[in-house]
């Protein structure tokens, strides 16, 4: 807080204050790191469980092998959970009156949000990093080049930078810690009702029109895809450029939408 309150007397530019407040985020998530690695056990959990627990179960998908099908959704639909505790944060940054203190200096407010955003990016890299080590440690193998699957990682912070909004978002409207966690859980829906886990065809026609038309099915089939490589057109009927087009797609409009509720309430907080 000391660097960020002298950085604001100097009158910090957006570019500064941004880093100061991701630096300082950062150093909140270190110095309570259960935020962190709450959403990465889960995540390294899940993902465990499902390989060895239930992949006997489910054997192959489209003659893809199971842990082949499940680590890249996995890690696509882990990004919501590693980023629940920014919800948490961002509410305790409002109840402690920090934001206040911001206020009241020569400081872009702006920079409030987009260090927070900025932060969030660097928690997430951490996260994505473990689970792809522990997904090449339990059997899953890359079809596609280097290249795709670098750019598959990247893919998964464009979309970590857009549920930031999201969950950012839900921080300035719970006003506590505790209320912001346990708003955080409408995600759950998204994920557990998306292809990163079961090909969707194995889902009632209700739930099978939800996830069909949801981001965390596009974006882990986008990651799927580039994953497969040249064999993407074969397991999952489209081409990875057609997954990874309109996973951006949700991605720039969720991030459009909840950047612009977040300033909203950022002003009225």
């Known amino acids: 807080m000391t660097s960020v309150a002298a950085a604001g007397r100097r009158r910090a530019g957006l570019a500064t204050g941004t880093v100061l407040v991701a630096k300082r985020a950062v150093l909140t998530f270190l110095r309570t790191p259960q935020l962190v690695i709450v ?47 920014t919800a948490v944060v961002m509410a305790e940054d409002l109840r402690r009156g920090f934001v206040d203190r911001l206020r009241s200096l020569p400081f872009p407010s702006a920079a409030v949000l987009t260090g927070r955003v900025l932060a969030d990016s660097v928690v997430l890299t951490w996260s994505l990093a473990i689970a792809t080590l522990v997904g090449f440690a339990i059997g899953f193998r890359l079809h596609g080049s280097i290249p795709q699957g670098l750019a598959a990682f990247g893919l998964c912070l464009v ?28 995600v759950f829906p998204l994920t557990f009702g998306s292809s990163a886990y079961v090909p969707v065809e194995t889902m009632p026609g209700w739930l099978r029109a939800f996830a069909d038309n949801q981001p965390v ?10 994953t497969l490589g040249d064999r993407a057109q074969d397991f999952l009927g489209h081409s990875a450029a057609y997954y990874v087009t309109y996973s951006l797609i949700w991605a720039a409009g969720i991030m459009i939408v909840f950047s612009a509720l977040a300033v909203a309430r950022f002003r009225r907080s």
């Not at 959990?45 to 003659?63: D, E, H, K, N």
């Not at 979309?159 to 409408?186: E, H, K, P, R």
């Open 159 to 186: 979309f970590g930078l857009a549920f930031s909004w999201v969950f950012i978002t839900l921080g300035l409207i719970a006003g506590n810690g505790q209320a912001a966690q346990g708003m955080a859980m409408l």
């Open 217 to 226: 099915t596009w974006m882990a089939n986008a990651v799927r895809a580039l």
């Open 39 to 85: 959403g990465t056990v889960q995540l390294v959990g899940f993902l465990v469980t499902f390989r060895y627990v239930f992949g006997g179960a489910f054997g192959t998908s489209r003659g893809l092998p199971y842990v082949d099908f499940a680590v890249p959704g996995f890690i696509a639909a882990g990004v919501p959970f590693t980023l629940i505790g």
